[in-house]
Every structure is written in structure tokens, then in C-alpha cells.
């Protein structure tokens, strides 16, 4: 959802104008006069999007998207120009710029940015902030002389070493890959560290599509840009995603969404590297190395009609099928805590998770893979006080559906034994509070829980035949 942004330019006129069209359409907007008050507002505040002048005073636009790429990565920049900077507004894009607009533009285009934008974030939101904060530092080599992959690829399971052994093998080649699994399986950040262990000098253009972010009718213009007068509403040149990607690496997200229509005119870019913009017939060659995902089974939709099979097969030259994190539980964990550790930092302060969280997290299937995962830790560090969580603060769904162990030995819970979280929960409850002799404040401590969350425990299991808690004693005795 886009509920703020941030207007920067030094022209006044200009600020108003985007306020005012803003407000008319229900958004709250901040005003920034130079690039300086702007990234004094970026320090403090966070916006959905921004649109930014390029040409200002002493800070530039450029240096003000350089720094929201570091200080808030989940906003979208917009980059206001004049025409005759097109060639700047393009090497924004190719720092990280959502997009650009050409100077003067009407109140409809700035409203198909933001829907535009609006699509991009209820599908990447998740994404953008953790990719954010995963990167960082410089590759260093392996034992064998390999680039060693940033921590963004997490685990050390079968699948895993086999899924970052395809990454580095593929990555210096250029070789078109095609990267698939469920929904939240990490399609997009296996896609990011190709690019980054092809590109060490961090030099070549890394331009990202969402396929099902964009309508149909917009797609073919999104991909290979289109020429002034093309269709209505396209009142100056615009450059696709694959121009902005020449030289580096353009991925294709839910490739799977094309239709058939669009499917043939990306064959021929990926046959022949050239293509016309819309509305032009000047061929344009370029260079990019392609790398798309999908959550679909390519091979069915191809059996089905509704992908082409000469398509298919130009973009499954090397494929990585992602598998779900169900198939390789051992890695939960230690995606569960690398989560913990980043959700710790940011909240200033020490998180860990005890051996009755790690067994739940081993043993629970997380349907929802890796972004199910990143939810269910975010949402236990923001709401428990404790240093220590435990299978107690895991949502109350969770522990129900939690029935059985990993299948792997190797899991940090270290156990092949059925686990019933509810039982190991009200054990635990019961003894902390027979070592305390009911003590509900002594207890909670004990167990790393605040005292709410103790009595709310306690209230769940009152009327539980399975186990007698101990009675604790009144609100007068726990004060």
C-alpha cells in the first residue's frame, strides 16, 4: 500500500502541484526543497515512494537516490527530469530507480506511477527489506578460490549446498537460467546473487520486472520501451527494461503470467538479442543475460497450451528448482535465527531461541516456506520482551499443526522423536511453576515470558484433561 511520499524539488511551483494532485487523491505528502532537507527527512521518516528532482543545488537527485538506496531500500524513487536528460534519468534506473518521469507531466501520469508502484509493493514488499538487509560486504573467497555467497542463500542441507554449487557454477557464464518453486521459497534473492557473483566490480546494470505487476496492456512497452506518439498518453520516449539491461542482467519475476502474445516477441529478443521499441522501427541490439522465476510448472502450462514450449526451453538452459523449505527442515533453524539475530539488531536488543522453539521450528511443514518464516519471527521479536523464545510465543495455529519431527537427524533439535508442541508446552508451563510453587511472576521468568503471556497460557490450558497446572496465586500476591 502507498499512503506517503515524498515530494523533493527546488522549484516551489512544482512542489505544490504534486502536493496538492497528491492530497486530491487521499495520500499524505512531505515536501523537500533541496536534496539536503530531503535526506534530513529521510533520516527520520519513512515513505512508501518518492519523487526526486534531478537537477537540484548541491546534492543532486542522483545522490539523494544513492542514499535512499542505503537508508530506506523499500522505497520506490521516482526521478523527475526535462527532456533533454533522459540519458541521467536512465543511469538512475540502472543505480536502482523505480522509474522516471519527463518534465512537464499531467496529474494521470504521476497517478500510474503510483499504481504502478502500488502493484510493485503488494508484491515485493516482503522481499525488498529483507534482500535490504542481507546485503552488505564484499565477497570473499573460499577454500577454493570460489567467491563465498553473501548469507543470502542460507543453509547448509544437501539441497542447499547443491542449490549454491548451481549458483556459482552458472553465475560467470551468462547462461540463461530459469529458477522456479513455491510462492516464498527465495526465487528472487537466488536470482540477486547470480547477478552479484557475475558482477564483482558491482559495474553491470541489475534491472528487475515483476511479470504479474504489470498490466497486460503495459507490459510490452515495460519490456522494450516505446516511442513518442506510440499509443495515447505516451507523450515522450520511453526505455524498456531491457535497454536499461544491457551489459548486465534483466530478471524476469512470474515469467509465468505472459501471455502467449508477448511470449512470441520475447522469444525473438532472447533468439536474436534485438527488438523494436513500440511505435518505432529502429532496431535496437542489446546484451543481457536473463534470468526468470515462476511458482508454475512450466512443463504443465506448456502441456496445457498456455506457454510456448520453443519459449520454455530457451529459458530453461540451466535450471535451479528451488525446493520448499519443508524438504530441507534442517535449514529452518538456522534461517530462524539468522531472522532473529537481524529482528534483535533492529530492535536493540539479544534474541535467542531455546531447544522448544528450535524443535517446533524443525517439526512445524511452514506452508508458507522462507516469507512464512520471516513473518513468524518478525511478528514473536516485536511482541515478546524475553531474551529467550520459546515454542510458548509461537502463534497458537502453529503449535496445532506442529505434529510430527523433521525428517532429517541433523536438525539443531537433534531428535527423530514425535513432537507434540502442546504437550512439551503445558509440561514445561507446569514445571516452571512447581519449581516456583505457583509463583506466576517467578515462573515467567523462568521461562523467558512476560507475565500476560504466562496467564494467557494458563487460561488456554485450564480446562485441559491432559494436565493439572498448578494453581497460581491471585493479582494481589503476584504485585
Not at 29 to 45: K, M
Not at 174 to 181: D, F, K, M, P, Q
Amino acid at each position: 500500500m502507498i499512503d506517503r511520499i515524498l515530494v523533493v524539488d527546488d522549484e516551489f511551483l512544482i512542489r505544490q502541484l504534486l502536493e496538492e494532485t497528491a492530497s486530491r487523491r487521499g495520500l499524505e505528502v512531505v515536501t523537500a526543497g533541496s536534496g539536503e532537507e530531503a535526506v534530513a527527512i529521510l533520516e527520520e521518516q519513512e515513505f512508501q515512494m518518492a519523487f526526486v528532482d534531478m537537477k537540484m543545488g548541491r546534492m543532486s537527485g542522483m545522490d539523494v537516490l544513492k542514499f535512499a538506496r542505503q537508508r530506506r531500500p523499500a522505497m520506490l524513487t521516482v526521478i523527475m527530469t526535462a527532456y533533454g536528460a533522459v540519458d541521467t534519468a536512465i543511469a538512475a534506473m540502472k543505480t536502482g530507480a523505480f522509474d522516471f518521469i519527463i518534465k512537464p507531466f499531467s496529474p494521470d501520469q504521476m497517478d500510474i506511477l503510483v499504481e504502478k508502484g502500488r502493484l510493485w509493493l503488494q508484491l515485493h514488499e516482503r522481499e525488498h527489506y529483507f534482500r535490504a538487509e542481507m546485503t552488505g560486504g564484499d565477497a570473499t573467497a573460499a577454500a577454493d578460490g570460489t567467491p563465498e555467497l553473501s548469507g543470502r542463500a542460507i543453509g547448509d542441507s544437501p539441497e542447499m549446498c547443491e542449490i549454491n554449487r548451481l549458483i556459482r557454477r552458472v553465475a560467470p557464464t551468462g547462461a540463461t537460467v530459469l529458477v522456479t518453486g513455491e510462492s516464498g521459497t527465495g526465487k528472487e534473492l537466488i536470482a540477486s546473487e547470480i547477478h552479484r557473483l557475475s558482477d564483482p566490480d558491482g559495474t553491470r546494470p541489475y534491472i528487475r520486472m515483476n511479470c504479474a505487476a504489470v498490466p497486460e496492456n503495459l507490459l510490452e512497452s515495460e519490456l522494450f520501451g516505446h516511442e513518442k506518439g506510440a499509443f495515447t498518453g505516451a507523450v515522450e520516449r520511453r526505455i524498456g527494461r531491457f535497454e536499461l539491461a544491457d551489459g548486465g542482467t534483466l530478471l524476469l519475476d512470474e515469467i509465468g503470467e505472459i501471455k502467449p502474445a508477448m511470449q512470441a516477441k520475447l522469444l525473438r529478443v532472447l533468439q536474436e538479442s534485438e527488438f523494436e521499441r513500440v511505435g518505432g522501427n529502429k532496431t535496437v541490439k542489446v546484451q543481457v543475460r536473463v534470468i526468470a522465476s515462476t511458482n508454475r510448472d512450466l512443463n504443465q502450462e506448456v502441456a496445457a497450451g498456455n506457454f510456448r514450449e520453443d519459449l520454455f526451453y530457451r529459458l530453461n538452459v540451466f535450471p535451479i528448482p528451488l525446493p520448499p523449505l519443508r524438504q530441507r527442515r534442517r535449514d529452518a533453524v538456522k534461517i530462524a535465527r539468522h531472522y532473529l539475530d537481524l529482528q534483535g539488531k533492529k530492535l536493540g536488543r539479544s534474541l535467542q531461541l531455546d531447544d522448544t522453539a528450535t524443535a517446533l521450528i524443525a517439526a512445524y511443514p511452514w506452508p508458507g516456506n522462507i516469507r512464512e518464516l520471516q513473518n513468524v519471527i518478525e511478528r514473536i521479536a516485536i511482541l515478546e520482551d524475553g531474551p529467550v523464545i520459546s515454542a510458548v510465543h509461537f502463534p497458537a495455529d502453529m503449535r496445532r499443526n506442529t505434529s510430527s519431527a523433521p525428517t532429517d537427524a541433523n536438525t539443531d533439535a537433534a531428535s527423530t522423536a514425535i513432537f507434540d508442541m502442546r504437550q512439551i508446552e503445558r509440561r514445561t508451563i507446569a514445571a516452571a511453576l512447581r519449581e516456583t510453587a505457583g509463583n506466576r511472576t517467578r515462573a515467567a521468568a523462568l521461562l523467558g515470558l512476560s507475565v500476560r503471556t504466562l496467564r494467557n497460557k494458563l487460561n488456554e490450558y485450564r480446562n485441559d484433561p491432559e494436565l493439572a497446572v498448578p494453581e497460581a496465586p491471585t493479582e494481589a500476591e503476584v504485585n
